[in-house]
């Protein structure tokens, strides 16, 4: 970027707020009441983890394996290679799969959303099946689908062996890594309309003659502001969930592996929710297409443009100091028409006081035609008079 004109704009953008930025744990009196084998809190947004016990450490995933297949599921559907009212024909093998299912009869055809809330609701290894057999063209294709995206999102922990996490000695992942597919799985909000369903009526069987009451086994879906994610159990790996909630901008994802029972596994999710909640808030300085700054533009009819950013600026601040943020577009002075909306024209950059916390693109806010011999007129006309 040469020339580069510094638009410093101190914004009034004062929060009653607090700054910490921490990637600090929590104490180790509140790590004392976490009892299971390992367990962590991260904000949904940054991945800032704010709380971890031995997060890295090897776990078997029961069902919380699920939010992997629901996760390539969102995946494919956002693609348009998936739609939610697609039929899918039930095969033998998911229909006679073991574990907690629907009950799904071999022939019978079910749509992709009701198998989306046979896995997120019921948590139905049949369903997870059927949806892995029909996006992967089989089960094995599925699970090498599963373990190629969880390298993709860093998930150097896992490696995955089927699509619902009944017990296989290589199924296994970790805290962290169940947090960071629980992350992804929530960029695509639809589905808390999923996860967060307490109960729900479906129709199985062949003539669709058998109706079911789904009942969701995240129990803390009753409970605030939490809307999700998957809990799982098995002997092997005891009893576990990843669960997440939302405080006005902030959203935090607690994980506990290897929990003693099904309360303790719930009471301490929700700690950790809390502890997120109690002690953390989300700070949005600017918000996508707002406009910070304006940039000349040279040979344009308007003379300028505004820059903007595409997404919203988050930050995650820690209660109990209260902070002004500060705003500064640093933007190329020689830009010249045509331009178009979304071109980059700078940086934004953020700070508290004089530090540094991030910066950003700064964007045309819209298209900046060239002025055509008839503008150049105009303005020469309006000059002389």
Known sequence: MKGLQRVCLFLAIIFSLTFFLSSNVVKADVLEEISAKSAILVDANTGQVLFEKNSHDKAYPASVTKIMTLLLTMEAIKSGKLNLDDKITITADSAKIEGTKL????????????????????????????????????????????????????????????????????????AYDVALMSRALLKHEEILKYSNTWMIDVYVGKNNHIKRTLANTNKLIRKGNVDGLKTGYTIEAGHCISATGKENELRVISVIMGGKDAQTRFDEAEKLLNHGFSRYQAAVPARAGDIIATANVYKSKSGYVGATISQDIYQLVEKGHDSNFTLEAILDDDLVAPLNKGDVIGKIKVSIGNNEITNVNAICSEDVPKSSFLDYLKTITKTVI
């Open 103 to 174: 009950f799904l009869d071999a022939g019978e055809v079910r749509t992709v959303e009701d198998l989306v809330y046979g896995v997120a609701v019921e948590s139905g290894n049949d369903a997870s099946n059927a949806l892995g057999v029909h996006i992967g063209g089989s089960l094995s294709g599925f699970v090498d689908m599963m373990n190629e995206r969880a390298s993709q999102l860093g998930m150097n922990d896992t490696h995955f062996a089927n699509t619902h996490g009944l017990h296989e000695e290589n199924h296994y992942t970790s």
